[in-house]
């Protein structure tokens, strides 16, 4: 070793016993599987040749070989620049130890000072058993680590493979997570300790898999495969900004400006009867540039739609009633979701856009016991408190506490403008003619029907309107639907310099 070639030598054989450091079973076991190694995933995330890992040689202490369960590093991603970390299953199944928390504080501590997004791989059998205590006081200390990003920096959470223990808290704390059909699994214990604890016996894909932690709220996109996945995070990140002190990325701007056929196509899409569906997606693919949308949790409380849209090449955040489930309807999930979903825009300086066709919130003991009354409060609240430009399209129905809720003027909307197809009111016609009307029409007889239709045909015609909201000021005006997609424009435009909120909401993500 006295000589440079020699050193050299030493480097490489070094280098290269650290490349996939699992022992050949483990690693076996991987491949009969098809799936990647933890440093081939990063090179998935990042652009070709860019990828520069750091503690590459890092050991536990004791340990004869050079090996952790999770690499770090950063790179490129779309030419900008992202930190990552990927667990690597066949070292200790990926489980935290000593070496593998100094490795995680010291990228999340990096990324919090050069102000870049994290991109999470996880694939962790949890806590390191054999450390005992040391492997706990890692998870704890990466806690604290990590909450020092949370609303500074987009983070993003892919879950590939199984997420076990102590390993769910992390991404459970970031803005999205990320899985893969048949092959993301969550939970806090898993079947094989739940059987002899509580008598319970389940399947890992009834306990967490995929599809139903996604329609829970855990995971806000599945993909078909890996690359699927990584190729939905590119796009997300290209929604997002560096970091809450800069605007996100603005892109292709200048696009369509004049009236098009799509946008004459508006005129026909809301159906004359009030009881009949359309998808909302129909009108958001019309509305926003090149009908570009990425939707934000899907499977999760389908009644409300969230997603990243451009409004000439601003990236904007969209909630939107859908009609195709439930009418509409707010419930308690959907009132979580929105309001997490807007949180998560006004933390990095997202404009939002509201497409109104709600017909109110769900009643009843189920919703009552579930805390109907406090998630729709903290759906309000996280309106209230959201700082960046806020535009509301109200297309159809706008019905009591639900129109207060969705992006209404008193509630700090800065514009608000209606189709002539709005109604806006404290209840639709049929509930109201069943308080207003209900001595009424059990006295006729069998008059009561047609005095009931000819109240619902009045109060369609005189009350339930825009008319009386514009006439007092309550919105801004109604609108031809043709013209929805360039006022949207005109509107972020004139906001582009409103005061954007510069200090982090620490409680963005929080649970509602």
Not at 133 to 162: F, K, N
Not at 214 to 237: C, M, P, S, T
Not at 241 to 247: E, G
Not at 297 to 319: K, S, Y
């Amino acid at each position: 070793m006295t000589t440079t070639a020699g050193k050299l030598d030493d480097l490489y054989r070094r280098l290269d016993a650290a490349k996939d450091p699992g022992s050949e079973r483990a690693r076996a076991r991987r491949d009969a599987k098809g799936l990647p190694s933890a440093r081939a995933r990063m090179r998935m995330l990042f652009d070709e040749g860019t990828f520069v890992e750091l503690d590459q040689l890092a050991k536990s202490p004791g340990d004869d070989k050079i090996k952790d369960g999770v690499v770090i590093g950063y790179g490129t991603v779309n030419g900008r620049k992202v930190a990552a970390f990927s667990h690597d299953q066949t070292v200790g199944a990926g489980t935290v130890g000593e070496m593998f928390g100094r490795k995680m504080v010291k990228l999340y501590d990096f990324a919090a000072a050069a102000g870049l997004p994290v991109v999470g791989i996880n694939d962790s059998g949890g806590a390191r058993i054999q450390d005992a205590a040391t492997s706990i006081a890692w998870y704890a200390e990466l806690g604290r680590h990590q909450d020092g990003l949370c609303g500074q920096v987009p983070q993003i959470s892919m879950i590939l493979g199984t997420c076990v223990g102590g390993a769910v808290y992390a991404p459970a704390n970031t803005d999205v997570l990320v899985g893969v059909q048949d092959n993301t699994y969550m939970f806090v214990t898993g079947p094989e300790v739940i059987r002899p604890t509580t008598g319970e016996t389940t399947s890992a894909e009834d306990l967490g898999g995929a599809i139903k932690q996604a329609q829970w709220g855990n995971l806000h996109h599945i993909a078909v495969d890996e690359q699927a996945a990584f190729d939905w995070v590119k796009r997300y990140l290209g929604f997002m900004p560096d970091s809450v002190h800069q605007r996100p990325p603005l892109v292709n701007p200048g696009l369509e400006p004049e009236l098009t056929e799509t946008d004459l196509s508006l005129e026909s899409i809301i159906p004359d009867a009030d009881t009949a569906g359309y998808d909302i997606h129909d009108v958001i693919l019309r509305v926003f540039d090149d009908g570009d949308f990425l939707e934000y949790a899907e499977l999760w409380a389908p009644n409300i739609v969230t997603g990243f849209a451009r409004v000439d090449g601003q990236p904007v955040g969209v909630v939107a009633n859908q009609p195709m489930h439930m009418a509409g309807t707010l419930d308690t999930q959907a009132s979580e979701k929105a309001a997490r979903f807007v949180r998560l825009c006004n933390s990095f300086n997202i404009p939002l856009v509201f497409l109104v066709d709600v017909p109110g919130i769900l009643p009843g003991v189920e919703e009552e016991k579930i805390g109907t009354i406090r998630r729709s409060g903290k759906f309000i609240f996280s309106y209230v408190e959201a700082a960046v430009p806020k535009v509301t399209i109200i297309l159809r129905k706008s019905y009591g506490g639900a129109w207060a809720v969705m992006g209404s003027k008193q509630l700090g909307a800065d514009f608000v403008f209606a189709w002539p197809t709005a109604r806006l009111a404290v209840m639709g016609a049929e509930g109201a003619a069943a308080i207003i009307k209900r001595r009424e029409i059990e006295e006729a007889g069998e008059n009561g029907p047609a005095i009931r239709q000819a109240f619902i045909d009045f109060y369609n015609q005189f009350m339930a309107t825009p008319w009386l909201a514009a006439e007092r000021g309550y919105i801004d005006g109604v609108i031809e639907p043709k013209d929805t997609r360039l006022l949207i424009r005109k509107s972020i435009a004139q906001l582009r310099d409103k005061e954007l909120q510069r200090v982090p909401r620490r409680t963005y993500l929080m649970p509602m």
